[in-house]
């Protein structure tokens, strides 16, 4: 029932290489600092150094102990002090008052940061105002891929999407640019390269510039990866917004999968305690079920549980040798898949509490009207009484996210009055969450009557304008007509529905959203690769307001296998969900390929809308 | 063949000296030599001559000359000496002119007579004066050492890096010494001097006499003193005529020598060849040349001109007006092959060839005797490495035909010895060439390696020479080619008499893009000339923008410098620009460059929201963006303000900001807040509890649960909380309560505008069926159903969906019915779908 690759599927390249590289230059740095120090770690960095040095390790390189950075002091009595942190500016604060208050105190130690996965100016610059530069030494730690599973490498940078989409800061741009570099370094040259998106533009680009630069490292490599598709978050927002029903997705929707772990709950659990568990491929239960559609997942999990018993059943009829043979070599295995099997009958069981009842039935019903373009009246009628009724803060600004990208835009009154509603429910700071979501083009007021081409016009009449603010706002509104409407037809995102959608045998992509439409950023990507280029979707291209910021880019590469040919690197420019992985997982399946995901974060609706809301400090 | 040995001159029973002419010169020097301050660079380098010495007693205006030659006497470079009276002149290992005044200024030139810059050699020295100066070289590099008038030393060992070191006193020192020499022991430099009878050295922490080991009696004065090339020996000249040669350290006598002139010596250096045990000095009078060493005779040489003593690292060149020449022993490959009578295998090979080309036959006797002592790679070997010995290209060539002809009868010579030596003498014929003028041995190249000839060719602005070796050696591009045209292009744009177009374009043509060529040091250097206007244009040709802005910021074009960097993408660089931009401009010309440039812009606002609030509402004001300043103030609100009237007032702000940016509706919700805070306010200080911070929905929930209904019915009007909230809002707050009989109460109120299956939701999830049968009966009829199913009252339900003849209300139900309990029910559904489907 899980996805069976396809015989001649290529292999996927061996990714622990990254984990190897990442920790020898921990190692490396730490040594720097010779003998016994506290290392103060940043707690967004926590999980991902977790799966890169266990603390044995740390300790092993005379780390004594170990501190998290936050709001309040910590007391170190170490004559060495090491931060590992991101190059964030609150960070330096953080930094800048410990060494002051050593300084006002007398006392001299040796400070060291280190940042991850670079250091920007900025923040040396404040360290230098806060007159600490010349105590403190800086080094990098150019720890930007982490492979979460084996086709999933993610650059855990959840901040990429605020500080992009919505603040228009392009520092992280370099960190894609150099992470992309590092992999044609280890894995050979790409011979083909499509993308789509300002920020995929600007990547390709940067990454390019470092290729010719450092030229002659991967010229005559044997290309492993034979395609690269650089794509932005902001060209498919909607796939981002949807609940999410496959099973991987549903966990993440429902518990937060963390650096590719989740915390399992007492309810889960069906004891006491909380379980840290890792999905990923090496957890066998689960890589069969993780992309499955959650109505089929219980099924299965049950002939599981069946075929587990059969198998210890058969214990019954053996004499000793049999017996013994079945404890040394088997009982082992069965015992840690009864383990993980029941965890995930446990979590089905929580999830099916919290999203089997009424409530959720509608909700999907209401996603998938929004989607098809239909009730919209009851649709929004259903986000008024969402908000009036308090259910989530999170939940109500989605769903009228959703509304507003597939409308291509609210309508005025709607606009006005679901934002009244929703300040009054949720508190009027949100006023600032709406002004972000206007800047991102997640949720904007339809002009009156205005067409595309009339915007167009107001452009070019402000272009001659000096003011060139308002030439971005300019074209922020440009870019904030989505077309849904007009794309979901060119693409048949909608599949036509004869009869029922049987979820057990999917037809297509689909199936990640119970049949009712193809996520846009994996169509894309089917077409593109589909034509080798961008030829033919200059419709589309338009209509994603990305006529400029499409690109193909193919050098000759007589060495390429075919193999290498069918292996596909995807990468996520802000993020990219659960559901859209497990889709591109089917097409590979159905085509041959093998896809592997970079993302800077897997991200899911909740995690973009908390990244543009404001809450109160 | 047989005269090839007459110019070599036995010194003692094993070595041979000889002395081959280089070059005849045409310099047409006007001048003797020793009317002239004389300095050659070692490694064949160039000459520098002073005319007319700064003498006292001449007038002003016969000013001197200084004058570059180039080691065949090609005029490199001429200029008039106006600084101060010059005491010494000598070459840095870089081939810079080093030129010692007299105030202890030391002014340093090119190789072309440009200047390059000066240095001082400290007070002390400007007060007393110089009277002796010596340039010499260290491990480090180059080294300047002088004796002022008050007969102190004080050195330098690098000029690269100046670090003046003052000597120690030399006790009862009243006069000038009779010599004094500079000494490298160690890594440190030494000052050896000799004050009639006696030698003192001289290191940074004290003054020592020594003795040398062995030293003949009866001297009264040193005369002249001698360090080797190499540093490790050291001869002495007495006032006795005799020669003291051992090692530098003065712990050894190698041997000495009695000449028996009494007159100083013009010049003493020391002649040897490395990795040879010979030893020998050459000693020149005004007249004569002498050649001592291990060996009762020494070997004499008439000078018929003045002559001028260059020690090299393996022999010694002697130039005078018309004639450079070179002594030095005969290498033992030379020496072997070419001794008169000499058996050895590379003799028999060469005499072998030599027959082979005469069609005789002896060419096989002379192979078959080498062969029979299998000493025919030897044989090969000593061809070749002669041949390297060989001024003239003839020899080469005869020595190399038969290295050659040798290998033929070999069946596994490694070939590359050949092919380098043969490659090795290409390259020295061409640089030893008159017009090139850089006379090295074979040993002098190999010690100055391929990179350092490259960098002399390049100093002497031999471009399409040093191309050519580059090319013809296979070196990579980034060492070799590259690197030339990169220097090229730096003295290109020195070129002033070129228009800023012509001589980017030229240079644009002729490196392309060349890999390893920095466009942006080119363009520094067009810069340091003053050629701003070209500097730019070359980096425009600079593909990594990375490397343009550094330079930009540095001609204050921190504008062009800014879109540079933001075209480079890295947002570090961009930021750099920044600050600069920002110390640099003033904030209104500040700010008007950032509106220009969004991705700046928005990484400086980045920057401001964490570090400079304050600016960051500079910037929204400057740009009229009311929105985003109504943004600040509503988050100043809640981030800054603590009490109450300071955010009402900061809410206050914001809502005229909205209103300028003409967003009412930001506008209204603004408003709207400040009076919601001001009424929490005055609820918290009535009823007490928490009331501020709370939404508008919660606030009423909170007055509902604590009984307040009138004033949350009032919040509610004053608000605009549209029914459906509100009854949602009480609902919700009631049955938190539990409080059915209130329920009750305000469902009879008015007509529900929710409806009323809310009702009976809500009382379920308290688990109420009881009141929840109540509100099933008022559900309307498209939710009916639900409602009954909700309680639980399943066959109901299957009645109402079966009126309603709704398939989808029936498979509802269906899925309800549970075990036998509800078979009937399903039965009956059944019945009416067959029935439904018949008609």
Same mark, same amino acid.
């Given at each position: 029932m899980a996805f069976p690759h396809r015989p001649d599927a290529p292999e996927l390249p061996d990714f622990s290489m990254l984990k190897r590289l990442a920790r020898d230059q921990l190692i490396y740095l730490l040594e720097q600092l010779p003998g016994k120090k506290d290392l103060f770690i940043e707690a967004d960095l926590m999980s991902p150094l977790d799966r890169i040095a266990n603390v044995s390790i740390l300790k092993q390189h005379e780390v004594d102990k170990l501190y998290k950075v936050e709001n309040k002091p910590a007391f170190s009595s170490s004559e060495q002090l090491c931060f590992l942190v991101r190059p964030r500016i609150k960070n330096m604060w953080y930094i800048a008052n410990l060494v002051n208050a050593d300084k006002m105190a007398g006392r001299t130690r040796k400070y060291k940061v280190i940042f991850s996965p670079q250091k920007f100016y900025a923040c040396e610059m404040v360290l230098e105002e806060e007159g600490i530069y010349g105590d403190v030494s800086c080094d990098e730690w150019? +720890?930007?891929? @982490?492979? @979460?599973d084996v086709d999933l490498l993610s650059?855990? @940078?959840?901040?990429f999407f605020r500080d992009y989409f919505?603040?228009?800061?392009?520092?992280?741009i370099n960190t894609v640019a150099q992470a992309l570099h590092l992999l044609s370094t280890l894995?050979?040259? +790409?011979p083909n390269c499509y993308g789509i998106g300002r920020c995929a533009k600007m990547s390709h680009e940067l990454w390019r510039k470092l290729e010719e630069e450092e030229d002659?490292?991967?010229?005559g490599r044997r290309p492993e990866i034979g395609h690269v598709f650089l794509l932005d978050r902001d060209v498919d927002f909607v796939t981002a917004l949807c609940s999410q029903v496959v099973y991987e997705g549903l966990v993440d929707d429902t518990f937060r999968v963390k650096c590719g772990s989740v915390d399992f709950g007492p309810e889960v659990t069906s004891s006491d305690k909380s379980l840290k568990v890792l999905l990923n491929a090496e957890d066998k239960v689960f890589n069969e079920i993780r992309n499955e559609h959650f109505s089929n997942v219980f099924g299965f999990l049950s002939q599981k549980a069946r075929n587990l018993q059969a198998q210890y059943d058969r214990?019954?009829?053996?004499?000793i040798k049999q017996m013994k043979n079945f404890v040394s070599q088997e009982l082992k295995g069965l015992k840690q898949e009864h383990r993980l099997l029941s965890l995930h009958i446990g979590a089905c069981e929580s999830i099916m509490k919290k999203k089997t009842k009424q409530d959720f039935q509608e909700l999907i019903k209401t996603e998938h009207a929004l989607l098809e373009g239909f009730s919209i009246r009851e649709s929004t009628n259903y986000i008024e009484e969402h908000i009036d009724r308090q259910v989530s803060p999170i939940e109500s600004l989605r769903l009228m996210c959703l509304l507003s990208i597939t409308e291509n835009g609210l309508i005025p009154k709607d606009y006005r009055s679901l934002k009244t509603q929703y300040l009054q429910s949720y508190g009027p700071e949100h006023l600032l969450t709406f002004s972000n979501l206007r800047r991102a083009g997640l949720l904007t007021e339809q002009a009156?009557?205005?067409t595309l081409t009339a915007v167009e016009s107001k452009v070019s009449k402000l272009v001659t304008d000096k003011a060139a603010g308002k030439i971005t706002d300019a074209f922020s509104s440009l870019a904030k007509r989505s077309n849904f409407r007009a794309i979901s037809k060119k693409l048949n995102l909608i599949p036509r529905v004869?009869?029922?959608?049987d979820l057990k045998v999917?037809?297509?992509?689909a199936y990640v959203f119970s049949g009712a439409y193809v996520p846009l950023s994996c169509r894309i990507i089917e077409q593109v690769l589909e034509r080798q280029s961008?030829?033919?979707?200059d419709e589309v291209v338009r209509l994603l307001n990305c006529s400029e910021l499409a690109f193909t880019d193919m050098t000759k590469?007589?060495?390429?296998?075919s193999e290498s040919l069918r292996l596909i690197l995807v990468v996520f420019l802000g993020g990219c969900t659960f559901s859209e992985i497990s889709a591109l997982r089917f097409l590979g399946r159905e085509k041959g390929y093998r896809f592997i995901f970079l993302t800077t974060a897997v991200t899911n609706s909740v995690r973009l809308m908390e990244a543009m809301s404001e809450v109160k400090a | 063949m047989d005269c090839y040995t007459a110019n070599w001159n036995p010194l003692g029973d094993s070595a041979f000296y000889r002395k081959y002419e280089l070059y005849s010169m045409d310099?047409?020097?006007? *001048? =003797?030599?020793?009317d002239c301050l004389v300095a050659a660079a070692p490694y064949g380098g160039p000459i520098a001559l002073l005319r007319n010495?700064?003498?006292? *007693?001449? #007038?002003?205006?016969?000013r001197p000359v200084l004058e570059i030659y180039s080691?065949?006497? $090609?005029?490199?470079a001429s200029l008039l000496w106006k600084s101060g009276p010059m005491v010494s002149l000598g070459w840095s290992a870089e081939e810079e002119l080093l030129c010692v005044q007299e105030d202890g200024v030391v002014l340093v030139y090119g190789l072309h007579g440009d200047f390059r810059r000066h240095f001082s050699m400290g007070n002390e020295v400007l007060q007393n004066r110089v009277l002796d100066a010596r340039i010499f070289h260290t491990e480090f590099g180059s080294g300047v050492a002088i004796l002022t008038g008050a007969h102190r030393f004080t050195l330098s060992a690098n000029v690269g890096d100046l670090k003046l070191r003052r000597m120690p006193e030399v006790p009862?020192?009243?006069?000038?010494?009779s010599c004094w020499t500079t000494m490298c022991q160690d890594r440190v430099a030494h000052i050896l001097l000799a004050v009639g009878p006696d030698l003192y050295l001289l290191d940074h922490a004290a003054c020592s006499a020594v003795t040398p080991p062995g030293l003949a009696p009866?001297?009264?004065?040193?005369?002249q003193m001698a360090v080797s090339f190499t540093c490790r020996h050291l001869a002495l000249f007495t006032d006795t005529g005799y020669i003291w040669m051992g090692t530098a350290s003065l712990k050894e006598k190698l041997c000495e020598f009695n000449c028996n002139i009494r007159a100083p010596p013009k010049q003493m250096v020391w002649c040897s060849r490395p990795r040879s045990k010979e030893r020998a000095v050459v000693v020149a009078w005004e007249r004569r040349l002498m050649v001592v060493g291990d060996a009762p005779e020494g070997i004499q040489f008439v000078l018929d001109e003045d002559s001028y003593l260059v020690p090299e690292l393996d022999g010694v060149r002697i130039f005078s007006r018309s004639t450079h020449e070179f002594l030095h022993e005969v290498p033992v490959a030379s020496e072997e092959i070419f001794k008169i009578a000499s058996m050895a295998p590379g003799a028999l090979l060469l005499e072998a060839q030599k027959e082979y080309e005469k069609e005789s036959q002896k060419a096989d006797e002379y192979l078959r005797e080498i062969q029979e002592l299998g000493q025919l790679p030897q044989a090969v070997q000593q061809c070749i490495e002669a041949a390297g010995h060989e001024h003239w290209p003839d020899m080469q060539k005869s020595l190399l035909r038969a290295a050659s002809f040798g290998k033929c009868?070999?069946?596994?010579? #490694?070939p590359d010895s050949f092919v380098r030596m043969c490659q090795d003498l290409r390259v020295l014929n061409a640089i030893r060439d008159y017009h090139i003028g850089?006379?090295?041995t074979y040993s002098q190249y190999k010690q100055l390696t391929i990179q350092v000839l490259l960098d002399r060719l390049v100093l002497r602005r031999l471009y399409p020479l040093a191309i050519q070796i580059c090319e013809y050696l296979r070196l990579p591009e980034v060492q070799g080619v590259s690197r030339i045209l990169a220097h090229w292009a730096c003295y290109k744009v020195q070129?002033?008499?070129?228009?800023d177009e012509d001589v980017a374009r030229a240079i644009n043509q002729k490196l392309?893009?060349? #890999?390893? $060529?920095?466009y942006s040091d080119i363009a520094a250097r067009a810069y340091g000339c003053g050629r701003t206007e070209l500097a730019i244009k070359l980096l *425009?040709? *600079? #593909?990594?923008s990375g490397e343009q802005v550094p330079l930009l910021l540095k001609m204050k074009r921190s504008k062009l410098a800014l879109s540079k960097a933001i075209e480079s993408g890295d947002t570090d660089l961009v930021f750099t620009v920044l600050l600069h931009l920002k110390n640099e401009l003033n904030r209104g010309d500040f700010f008007m460059t950032l509106r220009n440039q969004p991705m700046a812009l928005s990484l400086y606002r980045q920057f401001c929201k964490h570090q400079e609030l304050e600016t960051l509402k500079d910037l929204y004001n400057q740009d009229d963006n009311h929105q985003e300043l109504g943004s600040f103030h509503v988050r100043a609100s809640y981030?800054? =303000? =603590?009490?109450i009237e300071g955010r009402v007032a900061a809410l206050q702000t914001a809502a005229d900001a909205f209103y300028k940016a003409k967003n009412e509706f930001a506008a209204k919700a603004t408003e709207d807040q400040m009076r919601l805070l001001r009424l929490q306010r005055r609820l918290e200080d009535e009823l007490g509890g928490r009331f501020l911070g709370l939404s508008v929905h919660d606030t009423v929930t909170t007055l509902i649960l604590s009984g307040q209904n009138k004033r949350a019915e009032q919040l509610a009007r004053d608000f605009r909380i549209p029914d459906k909230r509100l009854w949602w809002l009480k609902l919700t707050a009631l049955a938190d309560l539990e409080d059915w009989e209130e329920i009750e109460k305000f469902s009879k109120s008015k007509k529900s505008p929710i409806g009323y299956l809310p009702f009976v939701e809500i009382c379920m999830k308290q688990h109420n069926k009881y009141e929840a049968k109540k509100y099933a009966s008022r559900v309307g009829p498209e939710q009916k159903v639900k409602a009954l199913l909700l309680v639980g009252d399943v066959a109901q339900a299957a009645d109402v969906a079966i009126e309603h003849r709704n398939e989808a209300e029936m498979s509802l139900v269906l899925s309800h019915?549970?075990?036998?309990?509800?078979g009937a029910t399903a039965d009956k559904i059944q019945r009416a779908r067959a029935q439904a489907q018949k008609k």
């Open positions: 150019a +720890f930007s891929l @982490l492979p @979460l650059m855990e @940078l959840p901040e919505l603040e228009g800061d392009q520092c992280w894995y050979g040259p +790409f002659g490292e991967t010229k214990r019954r009829g053996m004499d009156p009557g205005d004869d009869g029922e959608y999917p037809r297509d992509m961008w030829q033919g979707l590469e007589d060495k390429a296998s | 310099w047409d020097l006007k *001048e =003797e030599l020793r010495p700064g003498r006292k *007693e001449k #007038p002003a205006s016969a080691a065949s006497g $090609v005029p490199l009862g020192l009243q006069s000038a010494p009866g001297v009264s004065s040193f005369l009868f070999l069946d596994r010579f #490694p850089i006379p090295l070129q002033k008499d070129v228009s392309g893009d060349t #890999p390893g $060529v920095s *425009e040709y *600079e #593909p990594r981030a800054a =303000e =603590e009490r019915c549970t075990g036998a309990t509800d």
